[in-house]
């Protein structure tokens, strides 16, 4: 158990370290404002700002985890995989980093859990097992944390789509045609949803039909009301039907099931809520009402 802590430790530390690539993404962004606002001397404020962390640290691990990257066996299956998990996690980094990030924080949990194990003065045996039980705590926890992500992004995928097909309906029925309504619904939302339609209406412009890109769309988010969303698009624009009632009544048809998921969730709460109750609140409860009760009854039997 003091070795999977340990390795915990050391897989925040890791990533206190690393980061996420998209504070990069950010900091770029603000340069470029501070560049269009404030000249040259906003520039040089914000590079003297800038912390010891962002300056050498964190450029010190992505060197590391770059040189690792190299070394990496590289079959296209395996990346294939891996640059579908992180799309859909929402992580903006190559597949070959990602495989190197993994690695050193797994190395660096095992590692710790061995330092651990000479600081306590264990046997050699039972430092190799501290070192095993790190590095198995590394991979679940990046593991779980990727899992977690796509989980999240999902959700939000699911939760914001009825709020943009209303947008893509309003527009659409204001004059629009569809590629222009999603380029305003894109330019004027943010969400995970939004940068996948942006990315949709990236590859139509570059010459993608819109069934590909769409199709495209639906393969990347992997939400099954995106895929009905798409496949309703797809075949209105196939059969010449009219978009923004299809999109109105796909609208309303989305929002009702969030209505129903969101109503199946909160009623599964009173069930989660026992198991906490029972094992914590009730037994704390006990020792408060019966405690001074039991302690009479003991002292009673004891002058007996």
């Given at each position: 158990?003091?070795?999977?802590?340990?390795?915990?430790?050391?897989y925040l530390l890791v990533l206190l370290f690393f980061g996420r690539k998209e504070m990069k993404a950010e900091r770029l962004q603000k340069r470029m404002a501070a560049i269009n606002s404030g000249g040259s001397d906003s520039l040089n404020?914000?590079?003297?700002?800038?912390?010891?962390?962002?300056?050498?640290?964190?450029?010190?691990?992505?060197?590391?985890?770059?040189?690792?990257?190299?070394?990496?066996?590289?079959?296209?299956?395996?990346?294939?995989?891996?640059?579908?998990?992180?799309?859909?996690?929402?992580?903006?980094?190559?597949?070959?980093?990602?495989?190197?990030?993994?690695?050193?924080?797994?190395?660096?949990?095992?590692?710790?859990?061995?330092?651990?194990?000479?600081?306590?003065?264990?046997?050699?045996?039972?430092?190799?097992?501290?070192?095993?039980?790190?590095?198995?705590?590394?991979?679940?926890?990046?593991?779980?944390?990727?899992?977690?992500?796509?989980?999240?992004?999902?959700?939000?995928?699911?939760?914001?789509?009825?709020?943009?097909?209303?947008?893509?309906?309003?527009?659409?029925?204001?004059?629009?045609?569809?590629?222009?309504?999603?380029?305003?619904?894109?330019?004027?939302?943010?969400?995970?949803?939004?940068?996948?339609?942006?990315?949709?209406?990236?590859?139509?412009?570059?010459?993608?039909?819109?069934?590909?890109?769409?199709?495209?769309?639906?393969?990347?988010?992997?939400?099954?009301?995106?895929?009905?969303?798409?496949?309703?698009?797809?075949?209105?624009?196939?059969?010449?039907?009219?978009?923004?009632?299809?999109?109105?009544?796909?609208?309303?048809?989305?929002?009702?099931a969030h209505k129903q998921e969101v109503k199946e969730k909160s009623m599964k709460i009173p069930i989660k809520i026992l198991f906490p109750l029972v094992l914590f609140i009730f037994p704390a409860l006990f020792i408060v009402l019966l405690?001074?009760?039991?302690?009479?009854?003991?002292?009673?039997?004891?002058?007996?």
């Open positions: 158990m003091q070795a999977i802590c340990s390795g915990v430790l050391a404020e914000e590079s003297t700002d800038v912390s010891f962390f962002d300056r050498i640290l964190k450029p010190f691990v992505n060197r590391i985890i770059v040189g690792i990257s190299k070394l990496i066996p590289k079959t296209p299956k395996n990346l294939q995989k891996i640059n579908a998990r992180l799309r859909l996690a929402g992580i903006h980094m190559k597949d070959s980093e990602y495989q190197a990030m993994v690695i050193l924080v797994t190395l660096s949990c095992g590692a710790l859990g061995g330092f651990y194990g000479l600081w306590m003065g264990q046997p050699p045996k039972q430092i190799i097992l501290f070192v095993l039980y790190g590095i198995l705590a590394g991979y679940i926890l990046n593991r779980f944390k990727l899992e977690s992500a796509i989980t999240r992004r999902k959700e939000a995928m699911a939760s914001q789509l009825p709020e943009l097909l209303d947008l893509l309906s309003v527009s659409m029925e204001a004059g629009l045609g569809f590629d222009q309504a999603v380029q305003y619904v894109t330019k004027n939302n943010e969400g995970p949803l939004a940068e996948e339609l942006a990315v949709a209406l990236r590859e139509m412009t570059l010459g993608k039909s819109r069934k590909d890109a769409l199709r495209s769309l639906a393969q990347r988010c992997e939400v099954e009301e995106v895929k009905t969303f798409v496949g309703v698009v797809v075949q209105a624009d196939e059969y010449g039907f009219s978009l923004k009632d299809i999109l109105r009544a796909q609208a309303d048809t989305v929002r009702m405690g001074p009760s039991v302690l009479s009854i003991m002292k009673m039997f004891t002058e007996i």
